[in-house]
Each structure stands twice: as structure tokens, then as C-alpha cells.
């Protein structure tokens, strides 16, 4: 039986999956900035629904807060998207979330939980790449963030999203 908490963070890797994945496709140029940005506002305000809920009713302020962070940059992502406006907030705040995400990765490493490790060094990654790609946006480095964007999406957010909530329990 896999435990509750691991079930709604399944829900919440989908939720975040959803917000970001047509991120990628405007940054493409394959999809309108303002349709996506509804769609990443309101996931974005799920997930930090879903953080309140892992921190106080779950009891896991570790998995909550990291869960916060994403629910800001989704959420803020979404915002800007919808109304037009310039990135560079957006980017400044992937510079701190990197920093967190990436701290998240070292104390999973620390704790032996590798694919804890493992997703949250993608998402480090991800976030880092989103930095230069928002402040001073070259057409290579905007495609190659939003191709990373599209496959991290898929293999670290929606497929342990879907294998979490559906209750198996692979990531231990």
C-alpha cells in the first residue's frame, strides 16, 4: 500500500506536468501565450493548494515546500503568460528556485533517495535553463529549453505523477 502522502505528490507531479508542458510549446512557437497561461495559472494555484495540503494536513513541510516553489514559478509563469508581459520577473525567480530545487537534490543524495535525487536535479536543471532563456532569450536556447522542458515534463513529472497516484510505489 503505497502511503497517502506519496499519492497526493503523484497528483501534484501531474498537476505540475500540466502547468509546464505547454510552456515548452510557446516557446516554440506552437501554441498562444495567452490560452497557455490560463492553463498554468490554474494549475499553478492547484499545486499550491496541494503544497498546503502535503505541509499541514500531510505532515511533510520537506515535500510541501518544494511543492510551494513550484506552485510560485507555475503560477507567476501563468500570470505573465495571460497578460503579455516581460519575462524577466519570471526569470529572476527560476534563480532562486534553482537554488532550491537544487538543494533538494543534494539532501536527497545525501539521504540515499536517488530518484528523489534524480527528479529534483532535472528540475534544477530545468529551472536554471530558464534563467538565461527568460533574461536574455537567444532562439537556440530558447529551443533547446523548451525541447529539455517538453521531455522533463514527461519523464520526471507526468510518468512518477501517474505511477505515484495510481498507488505503486516505485520510488522508494
Known amino acids: ?32 501565450a495567452k490560452s497557455t497561461g490560463v492553463v498554468t495559472l490554474v494549475s499553478g494555484l492547484s499545486t499550491l493548494i496541494l503544497s498546503f495540503i502535503i505541509t499541514i494536513v500531510l505532515s511533510a513541510p520537506l515535500v510541501g515546500g518544494l511543492a510551494f516553489v513550484f506552485g510560485i514559478v507555475q503560477t507567476v ?14 526569470g529572476w525567480y527560476c534563480v532562486v528556485g534553482a537554488y532550491i530545487t537544487a538543494f533538494y537534490a543534494a539532501l536527497w543524495f545525501i539521504q540515499h533517495s536517488l530518484w528523489y535525487a534524480g527528479f529534483a536535479t532535472t528540475w534544477a ?21 523548451a525541447i529539455y522542458l517538453i521531455i522533463d515534463v514527461i519523464a520526471a513529472f507526468i510518468t512518477p505523477g501517474v505511477i505515484l497516484a495510481m498507488g505503486i510505489y516505485a520510488f522508494a
Open 125 to 145: 536543471v530545468l529551472l536554471a535553463l530558464f534563467v538565461p532563456t527568460t533574461l536574455k532569450p537567444t532562439p537556440l536556447l530558447t529551443k533547446i529549453t
Open 77 to 90: 509563469t501563468g500570470y505573465h503568460l495571460y497578460r503579455g508581459l516581460d519575462f524577466k520577473g519570471v
Open 1 to 32: 500500500m503505497v502511503p497517502l502522502l506519496l499519492q497526493v505528490v503523484g497528483v501534484l507531479l501531474i498537476t505540475s506536468g500540466l502547468a509546464l508542458f505547454p510552456v515548452g510549446f510557446v516557446l516554440l512557437g506552437k501554441s498562444d
